[in-house]
């Protein structure tokens, strides 16, 4: 089992930066890939941004790629997201994820693939 804790979100306004973070526990966190996914009201919860177990590759979805930062710290078991420049259409509940890489740099986009899920940190961003 891992446990994942989202926390650092907030009311922002836009053009501002924010960073939202991810503290694991249980099993080895170095082991996972880890995802941020995002839920707006009324909508489906959709990718954000992924990293290896090593945080040597990352991916990022076109409508964060360039203002969102991804990245982790394996000794903390803890991955961030930094976001900046953000917009009032970023306004979601943010979730973390981990997805077992059994040791490859791999990981996916779909939601699906993901083992274990946080709670979610609020984000707003006001115009």
């Known amino acids: 089992q891992v446990h994942l804790v989202e926390s650092g979100g907030g009311l922002v306004q836009a053009g501002g930066s924010l960073r939202v973070s991810c503290a694991a526990s249980?099993?080895?966190?170095?082991?996972?890939?880890m995802g941020w996914f995002r839920q707006a009201p009324g909508k489906e919860r959709e990718f954000v941004a992924a990293?290896?177990?090593?945080?040597?590759?990352?991916y990022y979805a076109d409508s964060v790629k360039g203002r969102f930062t991804i990245s982790r710290d394996n000794a903390k078991n803890t991955v961030y997201l930094q976001m900046n420049s953000l917009k009032p259409e970023d306004t979601a509940v943010y979730y973390c994820?981990?997805?077992?890489?059994?040791?490859?740099?791999?990981?996916?986009?779909?939601?699906?693939?993901?083992?274990?899920w946080g709670q979610g940190t609020q984000v707003t961003v006001s115009s």
């Open positions: 994820a981990a997805g077992n890489s059994y040791g490859s740099s791999g990981f996916r986009v779909d939601q699906r693939w993901y083992d274990y």
């Open positions: 249980g099993r080895t966190f170095s082991l996972y890939a």
């Open positions: 990293i290896s177990w090593s945080g040597g590759v990352t």
